[in-house]
T-cell receptor, first 114, second 112 residues
Framework: RKEVEQDPGPFNVPEGATVAFNCTYS??????FFWYRQDCRKEPKLLMS???SGNEDGRFTAQLNRASQYISLLIRDSKLSDSATYLC???????????????FGQGTELSVKP | DVKVTQSSRYLVKRTGEKVFLECVQD?????MFWYRQDPGLGLRLIYF???????EKGDIPEGYSVSREKKERFSLILESASTNQTSMYLC???????????FGNGTRLTVT
């Protein structure tokens, strides 16, 4: 089982649709969680951190379920500009020199069509 | 805003050449990282550093070395480039283990 797994995609949705991505992680000791967005041939950019209580940023909502070990990203009212690959990132520990490790999912491709 | 700058966007090198990829960050971050990203394989950690002159191997260090002589600069070295090192190389930094990574804009290296 991969340490971090994402919906394979691609997700092809019309403008205005609501779309949700899930990401499961295997290490129950994981401490922090993030969603990154990566445009084609560009670097990943932080979209949002994921907090235990869930958090929202405009049309984007992130949730964490520690019991089931998954995080989710919900995008409402999709825009053409939301087309990108969304990477789930899980941090297992606080200090890299003490074995902490940042694990990236493979990414889920989203294509929003007119 | 954190700025992570990689010296080259595109590089073309020949097999056997020594290649230096430079990365500079301006936020006094302790941790710096080098990843490579390949289709179907995602992001893979090559090396990281949590302090000046400190370095740790990541998941795929073979064929690479690194140098961190100053806090703001982290260099990736390909001692003898090979075609299987053709990839997108991404440098990143963060301030402590639970903070998000900030990436440079990447170097697309082609080894012919």
């Amino acid at each position: 089982r991969k340490e971090v797994e994402q919906d394979p995609g691609p997700f092809n949705v019309p403008e205005g649709a609501t779309v949700a991505f899930n990401c499961t992680y295997s290490n129950s000791a994981s401490q922090s969680f993030f969603w990154y967005r990566q445009d084609c041939r560009k670097e990943p950019k932080l979209l949002m951190s994921v907090y235990s209580s869930g958090n929202e940023d405009g049309r984007f909502t992130a949730q964490l379920n520690r019991a089931s070990q998954y995080i989710s990203l919900l995008i409402r009212d999709s825009k053409l500009s939301d087309s990108a690959t969304y990477l789930c990132v899980v941090n297992h520990g606080a200090f890299y020199n003490q074995g902490g490790k940042l694990i990236f999912g493979q990414g889920t491709e989203l294509s929003v069509k007119p | 805003d954190v700025k992570v700058t990689q010296s080259s966007r595109y590089l073309v090198k020949r097999t056997g050449e020594k290649v230096f990829l430079e990365c500079v960050q301006d936020m006094d971050h302790e941790n710096m990282f080098w990843y490579r990203q390949d289709p179907g394989l995602g992001l893979r950690l090559i090396y990281f550093s949590y302090d000046v002159k400190m370095k740790e191997k990541g998941d795929i260090p073979e064929g690479y070395s690194v140098s961190r002589e100053k806090k703001e600069r982290f260099s990736l070295i390909l001692e003898s480039a090979s075609t299987n090192q053709t990839s997108m190389y991404l440098c990143a930094s963060d301030s402590e283990g639970n903070s998000p990574l900030h990436f440079g804009n990447g170097t697309r290296l082609t080894v012919t």
